[in-house]
């Protein structure tokens, strides 16, 4: 304490004295540097807490932009000005020959094939797949169990209702139809590649032999909602099964 | 000796104490600007640049549920993850919201022809090697390196991309990794505690095998 009390009545006091005798001026621009070198600090914490639209900051390149092209990409080389070429009319990239019109096309002799093309195998594992598959790209409008009650069809339907910028919707289908239900595999496959009516096609986000998979599972989706009772164990305990949702 | 001296007035006797002061915080001052200001969280992350069309993945990924490869196809199979075609939004866009302004753009390349010019978001330098294939179909998630995206009205840069970052998790990977069924569920995991979340982690990383490398050859190459 005595220590404490000296230093302050020996060094502090007369500092304090002297600086009350440094010119006004001179106080002055102390106090606007130390308050300049605050703004910095608020910057960097602002920046650090919020998002920004402007471009970034980039001071050192690097070769972190290299006169190279990937994907997606812009390109001064093209009139389009796009790096990715579209395909040419009348050429067929590799591995899109579609030679095996079952696998491809879902045709056999001219007809609707009735069964899966042999390049696949239809097991446990590839229905598995189907299912992952028909999650992400069916289920938005034809519903997790395929009968038209997806969330984009109950959207839709709301937004059709206050007639927002002249939304239209055809309901999704319900798989569970039986004119569904008849459909050979190879329809059902010709569906999802090239859409029907109002829905779109799906060849160019899925692969070929998801689409197949696909297919197995909605035979097993189908099978699985007009199964026989007796065949499940425990059946008697079970709810009653939904014949409602989805419109017709 | 008639000339008046020039004497320095008492006060400057403070000079020393304030050049000590100042030498000490300088220093000091500028080590933390530069040491914040120019580090990747300060830089990068935050990066929101304005979309041509107003697309909110709260809206699509969030409340419509949307897979985010319904539209991002390609993320499983490839280095890229690629930024859906015109096509893709027509899936649907063709009948809703068909008069929309918003969309003008949309309609406009789907006449065209011509892709629809967005900005991009993330941006490694083209030096480091990254690939999304890697990573999704090993069990980590979208989440980890993009963060709520389902949330976002408008994407931005979530986390640094800095060497550091990738490396923190390539050097301890247990709280990171999932179920590979998994990765687009978002919001997966958030109400795991910390050890919870570790004892899964590490069990994905003994069914998959995984052991994330680190040699520079990885992701320079």
């Known amino acids: 304490?005595?220590?404490?009390?000296?230093?302050?009545?020996?060094?502090?006091?007369?500092?304090?004295?002297?600086?009350?005798?440094?010119?006004?001026?001179?106080?002055?621009?102390?106090?606007?540097?130390?308050?300049?070198?605050?703004?910095?600090?608020?910057?960097?914490?602002?920046?650090?807490?919020?998002v920004n639209e402007k471009?970034?900051?980039?001071?050192?390149?690097?070769?972190?932009?290299?006169?190279?092209?990937v994907a997606q990409d812009g390109s001064e080389w093209f009139n389009d000005g796009r790096?990715?070429?579209?395909?040419?009319?009348?050429?067929?990239?590799?591995?899109?020959?579609?030679?095996?019109?079952?696998?491809?096309?879902?045709?056999?002799?001219?007809?609707?094939?009735?069964?899966?093309?042999?390049?696949?195998?239809?097991?446990k594992a590839f229905v598995e797949r189907g299912q992952d598959r028909f999650n992400i790209y069916c289920t938005p409008c034809h519903g997790a169990t395929g009968y038209g009650d997806g969330l984009i069809h109950v959207r839709a339907m709301t937004l059709v209702e206050t007639g927002a910028n002249g939304t239209s919707w055809v309901a999704p289908k319900n798989l569970h139809e039986s004119l569904i239900k008849e459909q050979p595999v190879g329809q059902l496959f010709n569906t999802i590649t090239n859409g029907v009516r109002t829905m779109a096609a799906y060849a160019s986000q899925i692969p070929t032999e998801d689409r197949w998979a696909i297919v197995a599972y909605i035979k097993a989706l189908q099978f699985s909602q007009d199964a026989d009772p007796e065949l499940v164990d425990g059946s008697a305990s079970f709810p009653q099964k939904n014949t409602q949702g989805g419109d017709e | 000796m008639s000339q008046q001296r020039f004497t320095f007035p008492q006060w400057t006797n403070l000079a020393l104490p304030a050049m000590a002061i100042v030498g000490a915080t300088a220093p000091l001052y500028v080590a933390i600007v530069v040491a914040y200001g120019f580090s990747p969280d300060t830089l990068d992350v935050g990066h929101m640049p304005e979309q041509p069309i107003p697309f909110s993945h709260k809206l699509h990924a969030g409340e419509l549920g949307i897979?985010?490869?319904?539209?991002?196809?390609?993320?499983?199979?490839?280095?890229?993850?690629?930024?859906?075609?015109?096509?893709?939004?027509?899936?649907?866009?063709?009948?809703?919201?068909?008069?929309?302004?918003?969309?003008?753009?949309?309609?406009?390349?789907?006449?065209?022809?011509?892709?629809?010019?967005?900005?991009?978001?993330?941006?490694?330098?083209?030096?480091?090697?990254?690939?999304h294939s890697a990573h999704v179909n090993r069990g980590v998630?979208?989440?980890?390196?993009?963060?709520?995206?389902?949330?976002?009205?408008?994407?931005?840069?979530?986390?640094?991309l800095s060497m550091g970052w990738c490396l923190s998790c390539h050097r301890n990977p247990e709280p990171h990794v999932r179920d590979p069924k998994l990765i687009t569920q978002l919001e997966w995991g958030i109400d795991m505690s910390e050890e919870d979340r570790k004892i899964e982690g590490e069990h994905w990383l003994d069914v998959n095998h995984l052991n994330p490398s680190q040699d520079c050859s990885t992701c320079h190459r």
């Not at chain 1, 579209?86 to 001219?110: C, L, N, Q, S």
């Not at chain 2, 649907?92 to 789907?110: D, M, R, V």
């Not at chain 2, 998630?141 to 640094?160: F, I, L, P």
Request: proline fraction near 7%.
């Open chain 1, 1 to 50: 304490m005595k220590l404490i009390k000296q230093i302050i009545d020996d060094l502090l006091t007369p500092m304090l004295e002297d600086f009350w005798k440094v010119p006004l001026w001179i106080r002055w621009a102390l106090v606007v540097v130390t308050c300049a070198a605050t703004i910095p600090l608020a910057v960097i914490y602002r920046a650090r807490h919020s």
């Open chain 1, 55 to 69: 471009p970034r900051i980039h001071i050192i390149q690097n070769m972190d932009n290299q006169p190279k092209s």
């Open chain 1, 83 to 123: 790096i990715m070429r579209p395909k040419i009319e009348g050429t067929v990239a590799r591995g899109d020959m579609a030679g095996d019109t079952h696998f491809f096309m879902g045709i056999e002799h001219d007809e609707w094939a009735t069964t899966f093309p042999t390049t696949v195998s239809v097991d």
């Open chain 2, 67 to 131: 897979d985010c490869r319904y539209c991002h196809n390609t993320v499983e199979y490839t280095q890229h993850a690629a930024i859906p075609p015109t096509e893709t939004c027509m899936n649907c866009h063709a009948q809703i919201h068909p008069q929309s302004e918003k969309l003008e753009p949309l309609f406009e390349s789907y006449e065209t022809g011509m892709p629809i010019e967005w900005v991009r978001v993330h941006d490694l330098p083209q030096y480091a090697y990254f690939n």
């Open chain 2, 141 to 160: 998630s979208c989440v980890e390196c993009h963060g709520r995206v389902d949330t976002m009205e408008v994407v931005y840069q979530h986390e640094t």
